[in-house]
């Protein structure tokens, strides 16, 4: 009786201390949070809140940043959870006078993508902050669908809390499941013009073919040819009304002799092909030209400062826009060798007459305090913030690792063509809507073979673009503009190149070997990466080396 009094003591003991890890085990496992401290808020929002499928919806964050030195934390992570049904397009950060924050790559979870942005609150200062994620609605039925934001807090000394702080919901009625088909626009008869150089080469300017609508006009391409004179072009490229080609006539250069000391003289008609102008800024890649009212053929020669140019190396002559006039193509690259400063500009014609005119070269200033001339990508960012194809995101900010969507990078060539006009095109992408930044960009892409969409018919303008479709977009452009390349390196042969896609291999193989790559940061494999986003600062660097290989 005593031997089972004992043990019936034992076996309560046992299942007491049970008891007591048990609590303290449930103990361990509850979630680490912190209260919020006074003043932290999150809120969240949506663009629109009855979607259909097709759309894109952006969401809207807001929340409070909190500085180490003020509040006791150490740094703010903020969560956006999406359902189902949405997927991730693009995230940016907005932040009012805070700097210095990283965002993640968006990680892919079962209900759908969650974008996670982390702040280090010891390098930035406290204030408000927004994250916009935008988001495609893909595969929805009718009903409700919630997204979620959650901001967490992590004192100083501890870890990152695994239950929020503080969170917030949208809620979004999915009032579609059906897309409505777009309306077939109206089919644009469009005209193709080739413009044969008998014997020359393109130096700038238009693309050797283009796609034009009838009743349009082709851009002038700048050509040039070694012991030759251009004359003109046998045919307008004018209001064209069908296919063409159209014929360089050259005629071969000859010595007319020394210019007389006080001949006629008058001035230029100064122009550029993106807006009139009379100033270079240094490390800019786009020409100056100017034009003069004297025929080209009556040219003799080309000065500046009193020094004679070399035709086809510092300056391309051609036929003007009007006739009877010569248009002188300052080349960027000569240009770029000049001193800040004032700098005359003389044309000698025959029959004693000379034209004359001043410019200035300007000075590059680096006005970006995330760019320093010690970056891999400094000369590519001056070369394209100075030539206005790619400024900043603020005068004081270029945001050199933020990703570029493949409406941005489209923009970016077409202002490299000079805008030609669209009106007139169709436009064959139904999510390519008209009024958007880059709308006549896209137009004017695929109109010349430079874009082609994807399978399913869509642009995706604010897909973030890969190496390999920036690589492809920018060979076919200068396919499409017949250059010669110059300055071609030795094959780097990538050790990824299995896994760059058939349609790319081509493009990025040749763009390699013409040496556009070669200021890229490579790791220790030699990879190119192919499926990864295109930066800000990686697109200014192939651009400008991508220029100066085409001849500029």
Same mark, same amino acid.
């Given at each position: 009786?005593?031997y089972?009094t004992?043990?019936g003591i034992?076996?309560?003991?046992? +299942? ?6 048990g ?11 912190v /209260?919020?401290?006074?003043g932290v808020?999150?809120t ?8 259909t499928?097709?759309?894109t919806?952006t969401?809207?964050?807001?929340f ?17 959870l ?13 932040i ?5 924050v ?9 209900a759908g993508?969650?974008?996670v ?7 930035v200062?406290a204030?408000?902050?927004? +994250? ?15 997204? $979620? ?8 000394g ?7 702080n ?5 809620i979004l009625?999915v ?9 077939t ?23 050797l ?14 050509v040039? $040819?070694e012991?030759?004179?251009f004359?003109?072009?046998d ?6 009304q ?9 005629t ?7 210019i007389?000391? /006080? ?23 786009m020409?100056l ?8 053929v009556?040219?003799?020669?080309v000065?500046i ?17 009007s ?7 300052l ?13 005359t500009?003389k ?5 004693d007459?000379?034209?004359?005119? /001043?410019?200035s070269?300007?000075?590059y ?6 760019v320093?001339?010690?970056?891999w990508?400094?000369?590519g960012?001056?070369a ?20 570029m969507t $493949?409406?941005?990078?489209?923009t970016?060539?077409? $202002?490299y ?10 436009n064959?992408f ?8 880059y ?5 004017w ?17 604010n897909?973030l673009?890969?190496?390999?479709q ?7 452009y ?5 250059s010669e390349?110059m300055d071609i ?27 556009v790559f070669r ?19 990686e697109?200014?660097?192939?651009m ?8 500029w």
């Amino acid at each position: 009786m005593k031997y089972c009094t004992r043990k019936g003591i034992s076996i309560a003991l046992v +299942l007491l201390l049970l008891l007591v890890l048990g609590s303290a085990a449930v103990l361990a496992a509850e979630p680490s949070t912190v /209260e919020p401290p006074a003043g932290v808020s999150l809120t969240m929002a949506a663009d629109k809140n009855s979607i259909t499928q097709g759309d894109t919806v952006t969401l809207t964050t807001n929340f409070n940043l909190l500085s180490g030195a003020i509040s006791g934390y150490n740094a703010t992570q903020v969560v956006v959870l999406l359902p189902a049904g949405l997927d991730y397009a693009s995230s940016v950060v907005y932040i009012g006078g805070v700097p210095a924050v990283m965002t993640t790559t968006p990680i892919s979870i079962s209900a759908g993508t969650s974008v996670v942005v982390n702040f280090d609150n010891n390098a930035v200062t406290a204030g408000p902050a927004q +994250l916009r994620v935008i988001a495609d609605v893909s595969s929805v039925t009718a009903g409700i669908l919630t997204a $979620r934001a959650e901001l967490y807090l992590q004192p100083t000394g501890a870890d990152m809390p695994t239950s929020p702080n503080e969170q917030a919901n949208v809620i979004l009625q999915v009032v579609n499941v059906t897309p409505p088909v777009p309306p077939t626009p109206p089919e644009i008869q469009v005209a193709t013009v080739t413009f044969n150089l008998n014997g020359g080469a393109r130096v700038g300017g238009g693309a050797l073919v283009q796609a034009i609508p009838i009743g349009g006009t082709a851009i002038e391409p700048y050509v040039f $040819r070694e012991g030759y004179i251009f004359l003109e072009w046998d045919r307008s490229f004018n209001n064209v009304q069908q296919n063409i080609t159209v014929n360089a006539r050259w005629t071969r250069s000859d010595d007319t002799g020394m210019i007389p000391v /006080e001949p006629p003289i008058y001035d230029f008609v100064q122009g550029h092909f993106i807006n009139n102008r009379n100033t270079f800024m240094q490390f800019s890649h786009m020409p100056l030209i100017y034009y003069a009212e004297r025929h080209i053929v009556g040219l003799v020669s080309v000065e500046i400062d009193g020094s004679t140019l070399r035709s086809g190396t510092h300056y391309v002559a051609t036929t003007g826009t009007s006739a009877g006039t010569t248009a002188i193509h300052l080349k960027a690259s000569y240009l770029n060798t000049l001193a800040v400063g004032t700098h005359t500009l003389k044309v000698n014609f025959r029959g004693d007459v000379y034209a004359t005119t /001043e410019f200035s070269v300007t000075r590059y200033t680096n006005t970006f305090n995330d760019v320093s001339s010690s970056d891999w990508f400094y000369k590519g960012v001056e070369a394209m913030n100075a030539s206005e194809l790619l400024l900043g995101v603020s005068n004081t900010r270029f945001d050199p690792y933020a990703y570029m969507t $493949r409406g941005m990078v489209v923009t970016l060539l077409y $202002r490299y063509a000079g805008e030609p006009s669209v009106s007139g095109f169709r436009n064959p992408f139904p999510d390519a809507a008209s009024g958007q930044y880059y709308t006549n960009a896209v137009i004017w892409a695929a109109a010349n073979g430079i874009v082609t969409g994807h399978e399913d018919g869509r642009f995706a303008p604010n897909d973030l673009m890969t190496r390999e479709q920036f690589a492809a977009v920018l060979y076919r452009y200068q396919n499409v503009l017949g250059s010669e390349t110059m300055d071609i390196l030795m094959d780097h042969q990538f050790s990824d190149v299995n896994q760059v896609s058939s349609y790319a291999r081509s493009a990025v193989n040749k763009l390699d070997m013409q040496g556009v790559f070669r200021d890229w940061p490579r790791d220790s494999a030699n990879r190119f990466q192919p499926q990864a986003s295109v930066t800000r600062a990686e697109v200014a660097t192939v651009m400008r080396l991508w220029i100066e290989s085409i001849g500029w």
